[in-house]
């Protein structure tokens, strides 16, 4: 027999390569080229014809009708807003996130109240012993919720547990990479053991009805680990966000087979877990009682909800000849480029011998290009040190021409400012029409914003 070729698998995206070799051709990663046991092909295998010898697949018209899918309600409405109305059964669902920023929390909570509401539900945690995720619950006050709760990480030994009666409404792994299989060499966590146990609990959540969840960990730039391909496999992909040190989380869908990605699910980090938060704007809203320059209100949406968020700038002249620096938080710095360059080149003001540093409040991050107008008015205040109005909010995008362009659901980012008890909206010329219970002031350029500002209008 010929000898078996070595074969190394990129633990990062997945890639074969025939040697090893320090970096990755395909994602550039260090370091992770893994040697791996390769497929022994036999002659027979390989020349066998595949036409015949199978059974027959049933085949079905495109417009045959089928039923809607039944959800399953996780007692935390957030986390439904999020899924699109629930965990549905035989469903596969992923869920990621950075260490500590509560994917644990979330899933034990869900898993206890689901359980509390008369519903089947198993929780295994690969990561952690059954005695330190009993006490986390009794930390959470779910201590007597019940959940069927096990440690373990071989998947033939979870699967045999499990279909040896009757299967759970709702499935827990906690995490996918600590999983491993005894049909494929190699660690827990490498390409192969994540894609081989991912594929053999997928397979059984699908046949026996389960609704699974499985945490994955995450890469140093945000993105699941492991192979691409696992995210391909299951039906829904959930991303947790929030940097630790602000009290907001945010879960938001990547992906989901059952529902729309649009949506997320605003949380909060509390002592007794994850609080659930109805009105998001009251997170990234600082209390004020006077005008501060450079600040302004921006009515962001997510989804089919508006946040409203608090834009901040700050312009610091420097002396002549001195290398001025560009600091954005929260924000796209490219974009925060192309806004300076309308204001020096339409509006003709000069940024160019001053520090500009923009922030978005409470950590939030801000992808609407509707924020253009908003950060612009924040920009001009700053650099005139002449306060926008305290009860005034803007969005609008802005093109390389200094025009002004209207935004999609302008009438409910002015219908959730209105609420929140903002009285004065500026936006795009062509929105001077909706009707709105606070006083609108239209722009059709970016130059007559700036006129507007400054007062010279």
């Known amino acids: 027999m010929a000898k078996p070729q070595k074969r190394y698998v990129c633990q990062a995206c997945g890639s074969v390569a025939s040697r090893w070799q320090g970096q ?6 260090w370091n992770t080229l893994v040697e791996e046991a390769p497929v022994v092909v036999t002659p027979f295998q390989a020349k066998h014809n595949l036409q015949g010898g199978g059974r027959a697949v049933t085949m079905v018209s495109l417009d045959t009708e089928v039923a809607l899918p039944a959800r399953m309600a996780s007692g935390i409405a957030e986390l439904d807003r999020a899924l699109g109305g629930g965990f549905v059964e035989g469903s596969a669902t992923l869920i990621g996130g950075d260490p500590g920023i509560g994917k644990s929390t979330l899933l034990l909570q869900a898993a206890a109240r689901m359980a509390l509401a008369g519903g089947d539900v198993a929780y295994i945690s690969g990561e952690e012993a059954a005695d330190q995720v009993r006490l986390r619950a009794r930390r959470l006050g779910l201590g007597e919720a019940p959940v069927r709760l096990a440690s373990a990480t071989s998947v033939r030994d979870i699967l045999t547990t499990l279909g040896a009666g009757k299967p759970p409404a709702l499935l827990v792994i906690d995490s996918i990479q600590t999983m491993h299989s005894d049909l494929i060499e190699g660690a827990p966590g490498t390409v192969s053991q994540v894609r081989a146990s991912a594929q053999e609990l997928i397979r059984f959540a699908k046949e026996r009805g389960t609704a699974m969840v499985l945490v994955g960990h995450v890469t140093k730039d945000g993105t699941i680990a492991g ?16 940097e630790r040190s602000h009290q907001y989380r945010i879960l938001r869908a990547i992906k989901n087979r059952f529902g729309g990605t649009d949506e997320i699910g605003v949380f909060a980090m509390e002592s007794e877990g994850l609080a659930e938060v109805s009105n998001p704007s009251s997170l ?3 209390q004020r009682d006077e005008s501060v320059t450079g600040a302004i209100v921006f009515p962001a ?15 610091v002249r420097l002396a002549s000849g001195a290398t001025p ?13 192309m806004i300076l360059a309308v204001l020096e080149a339409r509006c003709g003001l000069s940024f160019s011998s001053a520090e500009v540093y ?17 950060v612009a008015a924040a920009l001009v205040s700053a650099l005139s040190e002449r306060p926008v109005a305290a009860d005034a909010v803007a969005f609008g995008e802005v093109a390389l021409s200094g025009e ?3 935004v999609a659901h302008g009438t409910l980012r002015l219908k959730e400012a209105a609420k929140l008890g903002f009285g004065k909206a500026l936006v795009p010329a062509a929105m001077t029409g909706e009707k709105a219970a606070m006083r609108l002031a239209g722009f059709s350029t970016l130059a007559r914003l700036v006129d507007h500002l ?4």
């Open 24 to 29: 990755c051709v395909d994602c550039s990663e």
């Open 227 to 242: 192979p691409r391909v696992l995210e391909h496999m299951v039906d829904t992909v959930l991303s947790f966000e929030g």
């Open 284 to 286: 990234f809203l600082t």
């Open 301 to 315: 949406l997510e989804g089919t909800r508006p946040v409203l968020v608090e834009i901040q700038a700050l312009v």
């Open 325 to 337: 620096r560009r600091a954005v938080v929260g924000w796209d710095s490219g974009r925060l480029a």
């Open 358 to 374: 923009l922030n978005v409040a409470g950590g939030y991050r801000v992808q609407d290009p509707a924020a253009d107008m908003a």
């Open 404 to 406: 002004v362009r209207s």
């Open 454 to 457: 400054l007062g010279r209008d």
